[in-house]
């Protein structure tokens, strides 16, 4: 019984200042880093096991920088396409 872990939860999708991570439904973001959820639905980050519970919206965000598109226009100013 010493190896169980506890995850925590929250109700909502986006940035949560208590665990400084952002936490979506398919990945959480922290430090620059990407994490998946494992196979029982949830994210390990470092020592934070965490997930949320919120279903009432789904992102599909795309963790890909080579699937981005975008064009850059002069002084350095981009946009979307």
Same mark, same amino acid.
């Given at each position: 019984? #010493? =190896?169980? +872990?506890?995850? /925590?939860?929250? @109700?909502?999708?986006?940035?949560?200042? /208590?665990? !400084?991570?952002?936490?979506? &439904? @398919?990945?959480?973001?922290?430090?620059? +880093?990407?994490?998946?959820? &494992?196979? #029982?639905?949830?994210? /390990?980050?470092?020592?934070?096991?965490?997930? %949320?519970?919120? !279903?009432?919206? +789904?992102? *599909?965000? &795309?963790? @890909?920088?080579?699937?981005?598109?975008?064009?850059? *226009?002069? !002084? =350095?100013?981009? %946009?979307?396409?």
């Amino acid at each position: 019984m #010493e =190896n169980i +872990k506890t995850v /925590e939860t929250i @109700d909502f999708i986006g940035y949560s200042t /208590e665990h !400084q991570a952002y936490i979506f &439904n @398919d990945i959480a973001v922290q430090g620059g +880093k990407i994490y998946k959820p &494992n196979n #029982e639905d949830y994210f /390990e980050i470092g020592k934070l096991n965490i997930k %949320s519970l919120s !279903q009432s919206v +789904k992102l *599909h965000i &795309n963790t @890909d920088v080579k699937k981005t598109r975008y064009h850059v *226009h002069h !002084q =350095n100013r981009q %946009s979307l396409w």
